[in-house]
C-alpha cells in the first residue's frame, strides 16, 4: 500500500517536471501577465457583481416596533441606491436577519451574514444590548459596523476600529439638561429608567447634570422594561412633591406611564421622555393623553435638519409610497446609518480598492455627509461628531419643537396641564 | 383561573394561554377602535366569542397521540408562535391601548389613596367573575362533577362522570373567562404581538401558588403576589420587585407544594 503511494508520487513529479520544462520564455511570461490581471481584478467585486449588506434587527419580540422601523429605514436607503444604478455599477443585496429582540440570536446571525454570507458591511441594531454583541463580533471578524440606534458610551470606548453609530448619549443628555436648566428650572425632579445599558447610563449622566446645578432628585428608580404597573412610582412623585418626571422608559413603558399618570392626575409640571413619546403612533394611542408630554427626537416629518427640507420632503414621499405610512425618527436613523455605509463603499469603489473592512472604516471615518437627521462625521472613536436631538411638545396632535430655540416651531406649554403657552 | 380550570380537568398545559388572552384583546381593540363601539359592549361580544377559539382548541388537543401533557405542550407553544404571527399580520408590531375615560372614582388626597374607573372596573369585575365560578363549582351539580375531575379523573369516570364532557366544559368556561380577561388586559396594559408570553408565565405562577382549580386560592395568590411586589417598590425600591416574587414563589414551592390554601385531606 505505502509503496504504490509512493509511486503514484515519484509519476507524478515527473509529469510535472515535464510539463515546466516544455513551457517556453513567452508561455511563462503570459502566465505572470495573467496572474497579475487576475490579482487586480480580484481586488474588487466583479464587474456588476452584488454587494452584499447585512442588516440585524429585532424585527419579531418586544422591540419589534423600533426594529422594523430601522429596518424600513435601511431598505428605503438601499433601494435608493440601486434606483440610481447601485454603488459604482455594482447592484446593493441586503440580507435582513431578525434578532427577535434577543442578544443570543442576535450574535448567531451576525456569524451566519459574516461567515457564510460573506458581507462586506453590517447595519442596524436597537438597543445597546443587541448593539454591543453585534459591535464585537463584527470587530473580531473585520467587519464595518453601522449601528443605527446605540448609545452606550463604553460600546465606542473599547477601541473598536470597525464600529461606528449614528447616534451618542450627549447628543441626548446635552440638550435635554440644557432646555430642564434654561427652560423649566425646577426644583425637584424624579428619574425613572430602565434596567438597560442605554437608559441606566443616560439617567445617571443626566441626574449627575442636574445635580450638580442643585436641583434635587429624590426619586431615581430603575425598572424592568414592560412592567405593567407604574401607580407606586407615580404616588412616590406624588408625596415628594416632584415637578418633574423624566422617564428613560421605551415607546411601550412611556405609554403606559402616560395613561396611569392621566388617570391618577398627578400634579407634575412636564413629563419629558426622550424614547417613545415622539412618535405619531404615541399620538394615535393616547389620543387627548398625549397632550403637552415631552419627547426627544432628531428627525421627523415636519422636523427636520436646517438646509435639507427638500431631501427631508423628497424621503418622505418615497417612503410613503413604498411602506405605506410616514417615516419617523426611528425610521431615520436606519436610512441615516444606510447612507453612511453605502457612502463609504462607494468611495472605496471610487478609487479601485479592495472591498476590505480596513478601506471602508478608513472611508467612513472621512466622510461628511448633509442628511436630513444632520450633518454626519464620525470622529475617530465611531461616534457622531453633530448628532443633536431636539425637544418636541404634543401640541393639539401634533409635534412642535419647544428647544433649541433657533429650531423652535412652536412656544413652551409648560407647567403641564397649561391650555396656553407658558 | 382559566388556565388553572383547563390544566386541572384536562391536563393540558396551554402555553398559548396569554396569547388567548392578546387575541381577545386585540378583538375588543378592534371592535372599540375601528368601529367605535363603546369598551364596555365589547366585553359580551368577546365573552361569547372566545369559547370557540378554546373549543376549538380543545378539538385540536383531542387528536393528539400519548404523551398528551407533553404533546399538548409542543403544540400549544407552536400555537402561541402561530397566534404572534398573526398577530403581526393583521396589527403590526405597534403597542395599542385602549383609553377609558380618566375620571377616578375615589379620591382622599390626604389619605393618599385613589382609586380609578379603569381600577374600579378590573376589580370588580374580576371579583364578580371569581364568585361565579366558585358559585358553579361548589353549588351546581357541573361543578362538583368538574371538581371531581380535576382530583381524580379515573375515580370521577368510575362514579359516572363523563370525563370527556367535562374537558369540553372546562375549555368553555376558561374560554369564557379569557374572553373576560383580554379587553380587561387592553384596558390597564398595552397590546403588542408577544405580548401573550409574559400574561402565560403570570398564570402559571398563579396556578403553582394556589393549586389547581381552587377559585379562593387563585384570587387570594393573585391578589398576594401584586400587593407584595407593589409594596416591595414602595418601600424598598424597585430593584427587588422580581426578587419578592420569585421569594414567595420558592417559599410556597417549599411550604405548601399543593397550593397556599391546600389541606391535607383533599381539594377546598
Not at chain 1, 116 to 140: C, F, Q
Not at chain 1, 266 to 279: C, D, E, M, R, S
Not at chain 2, 160 to 169: D, E, K, P, T
Amino acid at each position: 500500500m505505502t509503496g504504490e503511494v509512493c509511486g503514484a508520487q515519484g509519476d507524478n513529479g515527473l509529469h510535472k517536471r515535464a510539463l515546466l520544462r516544455g513551457w517556453s520564455q513567452a508561455g511563462w511570461r503570459r502566465y505572470i501577465w495573467v496572474l497579475l490581471v487576475c490579482s487586480f481584478l480580484g481586488s474588487g467585486p466583479a464587474w456588476g457583481a452584488a454587494i452584499r449588506l447585512g442588516a440585524i434587527n429585532p424585527l419579531t419580540g418586544n422591540l419589534a416596533l423600533h426594529g422594523i422601523e430601522i429596518h424600513q429605514g435601511i431598505v428605503a436607503a438601499v433601494e435608493e441606491a440601486n434606483a440610481r444604478g447601485g454603488l459604482q455599477g455594482h447592484p446593493v443585496e441586503l440580507l435582513s436577519r431578525d434578532d427577535q429582540s434577543r442578544p443570543d440570536v442576535a450574535l448567531n446571525q451576525t456569524q451566519d451574514l459574516l461567515y457564510r454570507e460573506k458581507v462586506v458591511g453590517l447595519l442596524g441594531g436597537y438597543v445597546d444590548s443587541l448593539v454591543g454583541p453585534i459591535s464585537t463580533m463584527a470587530a473580531r471578524h473585520g467587519t464595518p459596523y453601522v449601528a443605527a440606534a446605540s448609545l452606550q458610551q463604553s460600546l465606542t470606548e473599547q477601541g473598536n476600529p470597525f464600529f461606528f453609530r449614528v447616534s451618542c448619549m450627549s447628543g441626548v443628555v446635552k440638550p435635554l439638561g440644557r432646555f430642564i436648566l434654561e427652560r423649566l428650572k425646577p426644583a425637584k425632579v424624579a428619574i425613572l429608567y430602565t434596567a438597560t445599558p442605554g437608559s441606566t447610563e443616560f439617567a445617571t449622566r443626566l441626574k449627575e447634570m442636574l445635580a450638580e446645578q442643585g436641583i434635587a432628585i429624590p426619586l431615581f428608580e430603575k425598572f424592568r422594561p414592560g412592567t405593567p404597573d407604574f401607580s407606586v412610582l407615580l404616588l412616590k412623585a406624588r408625596e415628594q412633591g416632584d415637578d418633574l418626571l423624566i422617564s428613560g422608559g421605551f415607546f411601550p413603558d412611556n405609554l403606559l406611564l402616560a395613561r396611569q399618570l392621566r388617570e391618577q392626575r398627578t400634579p407634575l409640571k412636564a413629563f419629558i421622555a426622550p424614547w417613545g413619546v415622539a412618535y405619531e403612533k404615541f399620538i394615535r394611542e393616547l389620543r387627548q393623553g398625549s397632550e403637552g408630554l415631552m419627547g426627544l427626537c432628531a428627525w421627523n416629518p415636519g422636523i427636520t435638519y436646517p438646509g435639507t427640507e427638500t431631501a427631508s420632503q423628497a424621503f418622505v414621499k418615497r417612503f410613503q409610497e413604498r411602506f405605506g405610512q410616514a417615516p419617523n425618527t426611528t425610521t431615520m436613523h436606519g436610512y441615516t446609518a444606510a447612507r453612511a455605509l453605502l457612502a463609504a463603499i462607494e468611495q472605496v469603489l471610487g478609487k479601485k480598492e479592495p472591498l476590505s473592512g480596513p478601506a471602508i472604516s478608513r472611508e467612513l471615518r472621512s466622510l461628511d455627509l448633509l442628511l436630513p437627521m444632520g450633518r454626519l462625521r464620525f470622529d475617530e472613536k465611531g461616534d457622531p461628531l453633530d448628532y443633536r436631538q431636539v425637544i418636541v411638545q404634543i401640541q393639539q396632535g401634533k409635534l412642535q419643537v419647544v428647544y433649541p430655540p433657533e429650531r423652535a416651531t412652536g412656544e413652551l406649554w409648560y407647567p403641564l396641564n397649561a391650555a396656553s403657552p407658558q | 383561573m382559566g388556565f388553572s380550570l383547563i390544566f386541572g380537568v384536562t391536563h393540558a398545559f396551554n402555553l398559548a394561554h396569554g396569547e388567548l388572552i392578546v387575541l381577545a384583546g386585540y378583538l375588543a381593540y378592534a371592535l372599540w377602535h375601528f368601529w367605535h363601539i363603546p369598551f364596555y359592549w365589547t366585553l359580551p361580544v368577546c365573552i361569547l366569542l372566545l369559547p370557540v377559539a378554546t373549543l376549538g382548541l380543545h378539538w385540536l388537543l383531542r387528536r393528539l397521540p400519548a404523551p398528551f401533557e407533553l404533546n399538548s405542550l409542543v403544540v400549544t407553544f407552536g400555537l402561541a408562535i402561530m397566534l404572534q404571527n398573526l398577530f403581526l399580520a393583521f396589527f403590526s408590531a405597534d403597542f395599542r391601548l385602549i383609553m377609558l375615560p380618566a375620571a377616578p372614582v375615589l379620591d382622599f388626597p390626604d389619605l393618599s389613596i385613589m382609586v380609578t374607573a379603569n381600577q374600579a372596573l378590573l376589580v370588580s369585575l374580576s371579583l364578580a367573575a371569581t364568585g361565579l365560578v366558585h358559585l358553579f363549582l361548589h353549588r351546581t351539580f357541573l361543578g362538583k362533577a368538574l371538581r371531581a375531575t380535576i382530583q381524580n379523573r379515573e375515580g370521577a369516570a368510575l362514579a359516572g362522570i363523563r370525563v370527556g364532557q367535562m374537558q369540553l366544559i372546562a375549555f368553555g368556561v376558561g374560554g369564557t373567562l379569557i374572553g373576560l380577561a383580554g379587553p380587561l388586559f387592553a384596558s390597564n396594559m398595552y397590546l403588542y404581538p408577544a405580548g401573550g408570553m409574559e400574561a402565560t408565565l403570570i398564570a402559571i405562577i398563579i396556578t403553582i401558588t394556589a393549586g389547581v382549580g381552587r377559585t379562593r386560592s387563585l384570587l387570594l395568590g393573585g391578589w398576594l403576589l401584586g400587593l407584595a411586589e407593589s409594596l416591595a417598590v414602595l418601600l424598598i425600591g424597585t430593584s427587588w420587585r422580581e426578587l419578592i416574587s420569585a421569594g414567595i414563589l420558592l417559599a410556597i414551592l417549599l411550604w405548601r407544594p399543593e397550593g397556599i390554601s391546600s389541606r391535607k385531606t383533599g381539594i377546598t
